[in-house]
Nanobody
């Protein structure tokens, strides 16, 4: 399974960006897709996840500002990021977790930079 992210970039504080992550064809089985981020000098952290049924989880730091969604037919997950803050600056990685096998797939990452 290959995950390809798009939509990162440079934005001013208070602005918005939308990330997308498309999985290659041939994904079968229950899975949870999500976004993680890693800022320089920090550990990778969970941003948001969404499962096949549409249930979502969010990090406290992004609740009310970010929205995760998915297109099940296309195995594509989106992250709408509003009211961005400089502390949101990081490389954002897409993840697909296969619920039955426990296997994780990762995208290459997309840079999000929020200027103050």
């Amino acid at each position: 399974v290959q995950l390809v992210e798009s939509g990162g970039g440079l934005v001013q504080a208070g602005g918005s960006l939308r990330l997308a992550c498309a999985a290659s064809a041939g994904v079968f089985g229950s899975n949870t897709m999500g976004w993680y981020r890693q800022a320089p000098g920090k550990q990778r952290e969970l941003v948001a996840t969404i499962n096949n049924g549409g249930s979502t989880t969010y990090a406290d730091s992004v609740k009310g500002r970010f929205t995760i969604s998915r297109d099940g037919f296309k195995n594509t997950v989106y992250l709408q990021m509003n009211r961005l803050k400089p502390e949101d600056t990081a490389v954002y990685h897409c993840n697909m977790h296969m619920n039955w096998t426990g296997v994780d797939y990762w995208g290459q990452g997309t840079q999000v930079t929020v200027s103050s």
